[in-house]
Structure formats: structure tokens, C-alpha cells
């Protein structure tokens, strides 16, 4: 690792570099990191945010949506003037407000089996910020065949669900092991038909990029294999591990 910070990086990153779980090693990590966020809405949003304020040097964004009114309240990094407009020109255009020196690469796509090969494999960390579950079960079973790191996340009304997979291991299980593609259906996770609290997109967002930068420094504990289950309403939080199913 010959990256050497200078001056201003170490002022702006100061208050975490004097972490000691951190220090000026883990910020070359974070800064020298590649993350993949696929969904640019309630809960990429964050996840981009914060990964970009914690110094990742290089961020792929993909969504192929426009900014829509009904967005507002829980899709952070958009207001009223973005209305209309792309979320990944609108989103690269604030995160290099936030981090100039970041790259942001931008996919005004919709990730499909056609093109996901060509996206994903410059990437080391994968972040799923998805609302349905076709694109789930089809990033999830990318990451699976790469070997990547997957933070997966859903919201629906006042919950929301984590799963960490860390596919590098085998004995690692994967969202096929939670939900069953036949059996599941697209409205839990569709705002339009179930409704979501703003804020719950953003505490979920936000702990997916917090498990994303735990694995890019290698400390704490991993949620890998389990599910973080948050019912935001009577704030009630579960930890369920998951078994990795037989030919899953």
C-alpha cells in the first residue's frame, strides 16, 4: 500500500483516522477501496453518502430511474430542483459536493443478466439497495459465482432487514436461504403499495455502509451469514443466522 495521505486528507479524515481500530492504514484502506451500490433510492442513497464522506476512493452508482416527488421524503441526496432528472447524474453531481477527490462512476442501467458481468467485476464490495426481488436474487447469485462481498438490505413500513455474505467462503449462505424466489412476492418491498417511513430507509442505509467499511477495515463483528432483522416502530432488533441450504 505506497498511497500516502497528505496534509488535507489527514485534517478532513482526522476524526476517524483517531480511531484505533482506524488510524492512517485504514484510511488508505477506505480510500483505496472500490464499492458498487445497485439502487440509487432510499437505501443507496446513504449507503453512498456516508461511504463518500468516509473517503472511499472509488463508488459505481447504478440506476436507470428519474427523480420522482414521492421520493423526496426518504431518497436523501435529492430535493425538489432534481425533479425529472437522472438519479445517478443527480447523485454523482452531489457526492462530488461531498468528495471531490472520490470517483464516481455512473450506470444509468437497470443491472440484468445481460450486463452485470461488465459492472461488477471492478468492484471488491457489492451493496444491493434494490426494490425487487428479480434483481435481488440475481445480484445475490452474481456476488455468489464471484466470490464478492454483498451487503444486501430491504425496507418495508417501519422494517428493515441486513444480510451480510461473504462469498469468499463456501460454507457461506445466501439470501436463497431466507426467501424463496417462487414463493415471494414484489409488494413487500414496493413503497407504492406498502408505504415506508423515511427514516427507515436512512438508519438501514446507513448500517449497510457501516458493515461495508467494517469489512474494508477487517475489525468488529461480522453480520456475515446472519440477517439483522429492525422493526423501527417498538424498536425491536433480531440477529438470525442463516444455514446454507443443500445445492443453494
Known sequence: MNLKLNKNQIERFSRQIILKDIGTLGQKKIIESKVLIIGMGGLGCPVAEFLARAGVGTLGIVDSDSVDLSNIHRQSLYNIKDLKKLKVSVAREKLRKINSKAKINCYKIQFNSKNYQKIIDNYDYIVDGTDNFKTKFLINDVCKISKKFLVTGAINKFD????????????????????????????????????????????????????????????????????????????NFRKVKLSKLKNV
Open 160 to 235: 428493515g432487514h441486513i444480510f451480510t455474505f461473504d462469498f469468499k467462503s463456501k460454507k457461506t449462505p445466501c439470501i436463497r436461504s431466507f426467501f424463496q424466489e417462487k414463493e415471494i412476492s414484489d409488494e413487500i418491498l414496493n413503497c407504492e403499495y406498502e408505504g415506508i417511513l423515511g427514516t427507515v430507509a436512512g438508519i438501514i442505509g446507513t448500517l449497510q455502509a457501516n458493515e461495508i467499511l467494517k469489512k474494508i477495515l477487517d475489525i468488529g463483528k461480522s453480520l456475515n451469514g446472519n440477517i439483522l432483522i429492525l422493526d423501527l416502530l417498538n424498536l
